[in-house]
């Protein structure tokens, strides 16, 4: 059975009353909706709660859900839409943090030796060059990275959740990537 039907039967179950099936949705999805989350957003705290706030709002919604398009490609376009609502309504109404993020006490913490080599340092010091500058894209060129080539998703889809042409689609990307390849390429790693 493919995922897409598998995914149309638990929506029907769940629509029909059977509201614990929705916890298979959950599972085959939460970790993609989090990393695309993640990497919207720093805080780790409030990446968890949109995420929680993203399935609840799936779950309210599954009734509207026609399958006109596979159910990942619907639930990226809720997800897509909340995080840029989510983005509107914080710089509407900015706070600042009292707290230290993650990044911020990791970075005064003391490296165990014995479990990193030089290789892993590099490697790790590497990856974080290359997410901090993802972030440094702007939000089009970063959000459909993200959708491309970390979470894998078609250009179709990718088109179909952002509601853009597939010729933008291509576009963005093309445009995302060498950017990002640019600003790699001065910090040295390409």
Known sequence: MSETNDDMKIIERVV?????????????????????????????DEVMDITQDIFMMTFESLGTFRGDAKFSTWLFSITANYCKNY???????????????????????IADERENTEKAVIDRESLRIVKEELYCLPEDYREILILRDIEGISY???????GISLSNVKVRIHRGREQLKERLQEKGLL
């Open 87 to 109: 983005r509107k309504k914080m710089n509407r109404a900015r706070t600042i943090s009292i707290e230290k993020s993650e990044e911020e006490i990791g970075e005064f913490q």
């Open 16 to 44: 029909n009353g059977e509201t614990e099936a929705f916890s298979v949705i959950i599972e085959r999805y939460k970790d993609q909706v989090f990393r695309y989350v993640r990497a919207k957003f720093d805080n780790i």
């Open 156 to 162: 179709n889809e990718i088109a179909s959740i952002l």
